[in-house]
Structures are given as structure tokens and as C-alpha cells.
């Protein structure tokens, strides 16, 4: 190493043994893309299956997250390798797609990649690997439709998706109240889905929670909870049959869009500008009530004498609620989304059987729950956990669950695990590489090994069993 300067002065350090590396091509380049994929899935494996164990992660940040999830381990992995980086994009898509099997994807695109190695110590071609993978993949998913099971269901017989969805819980942190919280995912689903059509919007179904209590005070709310209180402490911390109007304008006086100066040099200017200033409130509010308002919901917020005027004139408020809540309750509630208070109407509100505050124990959090609505195509699970790394593991164990009664709902076949759909595939792909001439029969037997072993070997280790049983 030596220290050198540009023509302008700055110094510049040339490494001498930067000349004596050289850019790995060919067959070793794609060894070391495999032995980095490989180091992934391998991080992966113990985390695969009902008895897999919880990695903790801690960010640059000093945050601590623990989890089993496939796409939330390597998501805080911050892989730098690039290959690495593919399996991480494989593993969010799995999410997005699917919203389970996270893991389990990363194990397998791993034990695939391992079984190639082999295949190029043989001198197989890479693209000739790649094919006879295809041709498996072909054979396996096309016997999975033959071994896959019809798992029927109705609002009457929920039973198949909360067996389904309990077998999701299994490996999580609410498995000793899987069957509870099965039931609470199953209903939040089918009170969102159209069964004719059989689709279900998942962004109707809001996931929220607050730090304490237990896992067990997770609840289903038929309707819309809101981290917010009213507005005023004096207001009633309960309403019944109570119609809501939705606002997005806020409760001020108009700005001027250009520079202004007011000059008050006496007392009765002053007053005057008062009076007139809490005239506009009244007036806004005498609008909410000529209306029918019960409840006001408003976008942004207000001051204090907008406040007092509306504790004083009876209507209760709640301000600084967010876009998508608004929407939700627009749905929920059956109201329009008003802009200006020119616009409010009696036609444009909405009812809710039921809105009240709740507060949590000794803390100052409060939230408001509004039920009973009309149009029952918005839920809320309202998540209890003892710490924030409880509650958003939680969350992440039940968006699994919503995800996998979704995908019943969409297609309700089913094939029984513990790999023996592995090896049924595995079976399946061995006699049809039998009936292949060329290369590509070996990568199809490689394929077969992966099924057989990949998944029964890494939930038998996970199990504190010899990988080799079973």
C-alpha cells in the first residue's frame, strides 16, 4: 500500500495487492451464488415447521424482533450478497402472494440449488439443470391437483377453515390459543368475503392493538376501532342509534391565500373580531346540527374554542382521524365523505348502533369502538399483548391465518402435510424421469431427492429428531 496525489493535491491510497485478484467466471461463479443462497436457506431451517424456533434480531437501531416469520427474518437480515438478495424478493413475494410459507419457499429454493452443485460436479450444464427442474416442477404441481382434497365449508359448517387455520398457528406465538384465534380469523374473513364471487379484500380487515392485557383479550370488533378519544373529556364517553357525519374540512375560520395585516388599535375592534370569529364556529356547528349529527368525525383538527363550542352545543367530536380509518367508516357506516359544510346533509350521514371510549387500565390511551354498523364490510381485530415485540408477532401470526382463509375461500383444495405431499411428489417425478431420454432425467431425480428430503428432514430436526427418522 502506497500514498500517491492527483494533480490537485488530494491524496489517494493504491493497494498493491488489488492486481493480484482477479473476477471469478464459469463454473465457479455459479459454486459461489449457490454457497451464498445456501448460507440463507440454511439460516431459515430451524425455523421451518410446528416445533421451529424464533430467531432474535437486533436492528442498527438497537431494536429487538422476535419471530419465526420466513419474510420478517430476512427482511432485517439486510443481506448484502445479491443472490441472497433474490431469495429475500422470493420470500416478500411468497408473502404478498400467498401471505404463509415464507420459510418453508427459502428452504426449498436452497435445498434445490444444493442438489445442482452436484449436478455440475457432473458436468451437466447449467440451462440442462434448470430444464430438467422445470419438467419436475411440472409433474409435481400436476400431482398435486390429483392427490388434493376438497375441503368444503359454509356459514353453517366452519369447522374445515378453523382447522386449516389452527394448523397455521401451530408453529407460532398464540399456538396455546390457536383455536380462539383461528375462530376470531375465520369470522373477520367471511364477514368481508363474497362467496359468490369468492374473493376477499383483506385490506377491509384491520389489524390493530394496544401494549397490555393478554394474548386471550384479543377480541373481534364488528365494526371500526379508532386510536383516538373524543375530542373533549367532557363529552359522553358513550352514544346509542347515534347518526355520524364524516368531514374532511376542518373546523376553522377560512386563511387567506395572500398577505394580510389587521390593525386593532381599540377594544371594541377586538371584541368585534372575536364575536365574529366565534360566530363562524357556531355557525359550522349549528350546521352539523341542523343535519341530524350525533357524532362528528373530522379529518383534521380544531382549536379550543371550537371545542369548548362543541362540547357546549352537545356534539360530541373526534378529530385528527386518519384517510384509510375515514374510508373504512364511510363504508362501514354508510356515510358520504364530506368536503365542506355547505355540502352536509341528513341523506349524507351515517348510524352506528353503539360508539364508545375505552381506556386500558392505569395508562392515559384511550380508543373508540364503533359497532353496529349498516354495512358490516369493514372488521377490526383488536389485538392484547403484554410488550410491542408480543403484539406485532401477533399481528404477523395472524395476517398468516387471514391470509390461508382467504385462499380457502378462493380455492378450498387441500393436501395433507407433514411431507407426505412431499413424497408423494417425489415419488411421482422419480417414475416420470424414468420416461425421460437426456440430462435432464438426472435434475428431475435431483428434483425428486429435494422433495423427499428437503421438508421431512428439516421438521424432524426441528423436532429433536435424527433428520434421518421418519
Known amino acids: 500500500m502506497s500514498l500517491a496525489f492527483d494533480d490537485y493535491g488530494r491524496p489517494f491510497i493504491i493497494l498493491r495487492e488489488q492486481g493480484s485478484k482477479?473476477?471469478?467466471?464459469?463454473?465457479?461463479?455459479?459454486?459461489a451464488n449457490i454457497l451464498a443462497a445456501k448460507s440463507v436457506a440454511r439460516t431459515l431451517r430451524s425455523s421451518l415447521g410446528p416445533k421451529g424456533m424464533d430467531k432474535m434480531l437486533q436492528s442498527p437501531d438497537g431494536d429487538v424482533t422476535i419471530t419465526n416469520d420466513g419474510a420478517t427474518i430476512l427482511e432485517q437480515m439486510e443481506v448484502q450478497n445479491q443472490i441472497g438478495k433474490l431469495l429475500v424478493e422470493l420470500s416478500k413475494s411468497q408473502d404478498h402472494e400467498i401471505g404463509d410459507g415464507t420459510t418453508g419457499?427459502?428452504?426449498?429454493?436452497?435445498?434445490?440449488?444444493?442438489?445442482?452443485?452436484?449436478?455440475?460436479?457432473?458436468?451437466?450444464?447449467p440451462l440442462r439443470v434448470a430444464e430438467g427442474y422445470e419438467m419436475g416442477c411440472k409433474v409435481a404441481t400436476a400431482h398435486l391437483d390429483t392427490i388434493a382434497t376438497k375441503w368444503d365449508f359454509s356459514q353453517d359448517n366452519l369447522e374445515p377453515l378453523i382447522q386449516t387455520?389452527?394448523?397455521?398457528?401451530?408453529?407460532?406465538?398464540?399456538?396455546?390459543?390457536?383455536r380462539p384465534m383461528a375462530e376470531i380469523c375465520v369470522k373477520a374473513v367471511l364477514a368481508v368475503a363474497d362467496l359468490?364471487?369468492?374473493?376477499?379484500?383483506?385490506?377491509?380487515?384491520?389489524?390493530?392493538?394496544?401494549?397490555?392485557g393478554a394474548m386471550a383479550d384479543t377480541r373481534l370488533v364488528e365494526g371500526i376501532v379508532i386510536d383516538k378519544d373524543f375530542s373533549h373529556p367532557q363529552m359522553p364517553k358513550e352514544l346509542k342509534d347515534v347518526k355520524v357525519a364524516i368531514l374532511t374540512c376542518p373546523f376553522e375560520p377560512p386563511k387567506p391565500k395572500t398577505k394580510h395585516k389587521v390593525d386593532i388599535d381599540t377594544v371594541q375592534k377586538f371584541e368585534s373580531l372575536r364575536q365574529a370569529e366565534q360566530q363562524y364556529f357556531v355557525d359550522m356547528v349549528q350546521k352539523c346540527k341542523d343535519a341530524g349529527a350525533g357524532l362528528v368525525i373530522c379529518q383534521w383538527g380544531f382549536d379550543d374554542e371550537a371545542n369548548h363550542l362543541l362540547m357546549h352545543h352537545k356534539l360530541p367530536a373526534i378529530r385528527w382521524v386518519g384517510g384509510v380509518e375515514i374510508e373504512l367508516l364511510a363504508m362501514a357506516t354508510g356515510a358520504r365523505i364530506v368536503p365542506r359544510f355547505e355540502e352536509l346533509s341528513p341523506d349524507k350521514l351515517g348510524f352506528a348502533k353503539s360508539v364508545r371510549e375505552v381506556g386500558y387500565g392505569t395508562t392515559k390511551d384511550r380508543s373508540i369502538i364503533i359497532e353496529g354498523c349498516p354495512n358490516l364490510s369493514a372488521v377490526t381485530i383488536w389485538v392484547r399483548g403484554g410488550n410491542r415485540m408480543v403484539l406485532d408477532e401477533v399481528?404477523?401470526?395472524l395476517h398468516d391465518a387471514l391470509c390461508v382463509a382467504r385462499n380457502l375461500v378462493?380455492?378450498?383444495?387441500?393436501?395433507?402435510?407433514g411431507g407426505s405431499a412431499e413424497i408423494s411428489c417425489s415419488l411421482a417425478v422419480e417414475a416420470a424421469a424414468d420416461q425421460v431420454v437426456g440430462v435432464e432425467q438426472y435434475a428431475m431425480r435431483a428434483f425428486a431427492g429435494m422433495c423427499c428430503c428437503c421438508c421431512c428432514r428439516c421438521i424432524n430436526a426441528s423436532s429433536v429428531l435424527h433428520p434421518t427418522w421418519g
Open 22 to 31: 482477479s473476477r471469478i467466471r464459469g463454473i465457479e461463479a455459479v459454486k
Open 410 to 417: 378462493r380455492d378450498n383444495s387441500i393436501v395433507y402435510g
Open 395 to 397: 399481528r404477523r401470526s
Open 165 to 178: 387455520c389452527m394448523t397455521t398457528l401451530s408453529s407460532k406465538v398464540v399456538g396455546r390459543l390457536k
Open 105 to 125: 419457499v427459502v428452504v426449498l429454493a436452497g435445498s434445490l440449488l444444493e442438489q445442482a452443485e452436484s449436478l455440475l460436479d457432473m458436468g451437466i450444464h
Open 196 to 212: 359468490p364471487r369468492k374473493d376477499v379484500n383483506l385490506d377491509l380487515i384491520k389489524v390493530e392493538g394496544k401494549v397490555g
